[in-house]
Each structure stands twice: as structure tokens, then as C-alpha cells.
């Protein structure tokens, strides 16, 4: 009975030495702060009965290096169906600078082809527009 007890105490001791032992950190990769604010796309678009339809591309902005072209026609942003503009502002929204989204649009043609974009931080002369966050200007 007392082998059995020592026996115990031992397993106890075991396991709670264990429990406080801190382990070493693990080391972390070193990397770039992400960026701060709001993402930019740099289109201008309208509501279209199949999705968002692309109405102006911005010279030098993520839009126009993915390929986007005026016409298209946007149905889904990360594999996320676009049922309109606020689907559209959703998404970009809820991504930050830097972060690549993946935009499927339907060309004129009825083709349908993927682009991807790295978004941009909002450049200064729109922050005063949308400082409110809701992806439509004040």
C-alpha cells in the first residue's frame, strides 16, 4: 500500500514538474510591419444586374497592373460571389494593404478570366473622402 502511494506521489510530482517548466520560445521570423488604413483598388464601378460593372480603372493603381479593364464585370472577389457594390466595399474593406485579392470578372466577350491584385494603401488626396470607412465618398 505505501509502495503504491510513493508510487503515486512520484507521477504527481512528474506531471506538475512538467506543467512548469516553461519551454523555450519559439523564434519568430522577423518581418516588414503590414501596412496601416484602408485598401485601394482604384476603380470606379456601378451596380449591374450579374455583379458590379467596372467603369473606370486609375492609372498606376492595383487595378489597372491586375489587367482589370473598364467593362468588365465583377461576379466574385476571393471566390465570394459580388451581388453588388456593397458586396464589393464589403470585401475590399475587410482587407488592409498589401493583402492580394482575387477578382473573377466576365469580359465583354462573355469570357471569364482572374486577375489578382496586391491592394494599395488609400493614397492621401481620397482619405479626406472616405474618412468614414464605408467605401462610398462623404
Aim: hydrophobic share 35%; aromatic share 6%.
Amino acid at each position: 500500500m505505501i509502495r503504491n502511494l510513493i508510487l503515486l506521489l512520484a507521477i504527481l510530482s512528474a506531471v506538475t514538474y512538467c506543467q512548469t517548466t516553461e519551454a523555450p520560445a519559439p523564434e519568430r521570423e522577423v518581418t516588414q510591419p503590414a501596412e496601416t488604413g484602408r485598401a485601394y483598388l482604384g476603380i470606379m464601378y456601378q451596380e449591374d444586374a450579374m455583379g458590379v460593372r467596372i467603369v473606370q480603372v486609375f492609372p498606376g493603381s492595383p487595378a489597372e497592373e491586375a489587367g482589370l479593364e473598364i467593362g468588365d464585370l465583377i461576379v466574385t472577389a476571393n471566390g465570394f460571389p459580388v451581388l453588388g457594390t456593397y458586396t464589393l466595399n464589403k470585401r475590399i474593406l475587410s482587407l488592409s494593404p498589401g493583402d492580394e485579392v482575387s477578382v473573377e470578372v466576365m469580359k465583354r466577350n462573355g469570357n471569364r478570366e482572374l486577375k489578382k491584385a496586391t491592394l494599395a494603401p488609400l493614397p492621401e488626396r481620397y482619405k479626406e473622402q472616405y474618412n468614414n470607412n464605408s467605401g462610398y465618398p462623404n
